[in-house]
């Protein structure tokens, strides 16, 4: 998909879906009537809730297969060293991700060529909006070099205990080899639960062996731990909620109507992704809309998102940008490292954070659109806290 595609990454609808699916029914009723309150006589304009993800991820390239390679025995050095653990007093604002929050410590490219018979390559994001890494979590992905995704490893972790009730429902590998599109395994120790998935064309390898390298170097590193949420926190909204809430198409100033969208490739309506959990836990939600006539718009909104937002200055591309009401925001490009075809404004009220995205395309919402309706989000949603 290129920069002049009008539509949004399949990976990023599948989040959205994941992140509105996982919010209904985790509203409670009290709050549903105190946002009811706050919203008067507003129009619910949409009803319809969509997904969008960490499908795989978090979320959603389609995976092709590859040819078997025989399983060795590995090992992995994870550079940087580790440094001393010791208590961290923003860890309780920011989380706490596993392997020091370094892809690389978890497993080396090298390792990972070594695994699939190619040279490999980390496909880092250009940022991150917090919803994961707030959960203690952390998603890496490493292709084949050059290529898009022929041969292609996903790897997941978070705390056991964020994941352990929704154990039951994550996905499944459908199984290795020739006929399957991918191979996934997951497991817990000490603690920490991995979920790997690998694909390539020709066959699906069972990645077994990198999930063991990977839960050696765990221990090198302080437990993973979830951010401790706060009474500033947003509560879980869904999408009814968001758009019974928010004039949506008064802030953009165009008709708008909720996006549809699958599941993500491979998985069932019932299946849960890594990428859902933060959605899952109520820690984030969102929309996908359609604004008239094409343009497709991401909300996407991160209880806590804030702590993360000082990383943004230093994004390639990223401006600090000016909102009504005096809040931080900053435009950002597309941080998907394999399509780039979006841009983003994000608005942070100090606690917590909302992301609005558009395409890159001519007649698409303007960035002093998207940040209105950024500051509508915050308003409505910080009517319910306190």
């Not at 490219?109 to 952390?138: C, E, I, N």
């Not at 817990?188 to 639960?193: E, F, I, M, T, Y």
């Not at 931080?328 to 995205?357: I, K, M």
């Given at each position: ?247 949506i198409a008064g802030a953009l100033g165009m008709p708008v109507s909720v996006a549809e969208a699958s599941p993500p490739q ?121």
């Amino acid at each position: 998909m290129g920069v002049n595609d009008d539509r949004l990454s399949a990976g990023e609808q599948n989040e959205l879906r994941a992140l509105v699916t996982a919010g209904a029914g985790r509203m409670r009723a009290a709050k549903r009537r105190r946002m009811q309150a706050i919203t008067g006589g507003a129009a619910v304009l949409l009803v319809a809730a969509v997904v969008g993800a960490v499908a795989l991820t978090a979320l959603g390239s389609p995976d092709r297969v590859a040819t078997p390679v025989e399983t060795t025995v590995m090992t992995n050095t994870p550079t940087p060293q580790p440094t001393e653990q010791t208590e961290d007093p923003a860890a309780a604002v920011r989380g706490v991700a596993p392997f020091g929050g370094e892809c690389a410590n978890a497993l080396t490219a090298g390792v990972v060529g070594d695994f699939y018979g190619v040279q490999m390559t980390l496909m880092a994001d250009a940022w991150s909006d917090g919803s994961v890494a707030l959960q203690g979590g952390l998603s890496c992905t490493w292709s084949n070099v050059p290529g898009y995704g022929e041969q292609k490893l996903t790897l997941w972790a978070y705390p056991l205990s964020v994941v352990e009730p929704y154990l039951a429902g994550l996905e499944e590998a459908p199984g290795c080899g020739a006929e399957a599109s991918y191979c996934a395994r997951s497991e817990a120790r000490d603690g920490l639960w991995v979920y790997v998935r690998a694909s390539a064309v020709g066959s699906s390898p069972d990645p077994t062996e990198v999930m063991n390298a990977a839960f050696e170097n765990a221990a090198q590193w302080p437990s993973a731990a979830p951010a401790a949420p706060t009474a500033q926190w947003w509560p879980p909204v869904t999408c009814d909620e968001l758009t019974a809430s928010v004039d949506i198409a008064g802030a953009l100033g165009m008709p708008v109507s909720v996006a549809e969208a699958s599941p993500p490739q491979g998985q069932s309506s019932t299946e849960i992704s890594p990428g859902q959990i933060p959605g899952k836990r109520g820690a984030a939600g969102g929309c996908a809309f359609v604004a008239s006539p094409i343009h497709d718009v991401s909300v996407k909104t991160v209880s806590g998102g804030a702590a993360y937002a000082t990383g943004f200055a230093a994004v390639d591309g990223a401006s600090p940008f000016t909102v009504r009401g005096g809040y931080a925001a900053w435009t950002l490009p597309d941080y998907d490292p394999w399509e780039g075809h979006n841009r983003y404004v994000v608005v942070s009220d100090g606690v917590n954070l909302v992301r609005v995205g558009t395409s890159l395309v001519d007649g698409s919402p303007s960035d002093d659109a998207l940040g209105e309706l950024g500051v509508r989000v915050i308003e409505a949603l910080n009517g319910t806290v306190g």
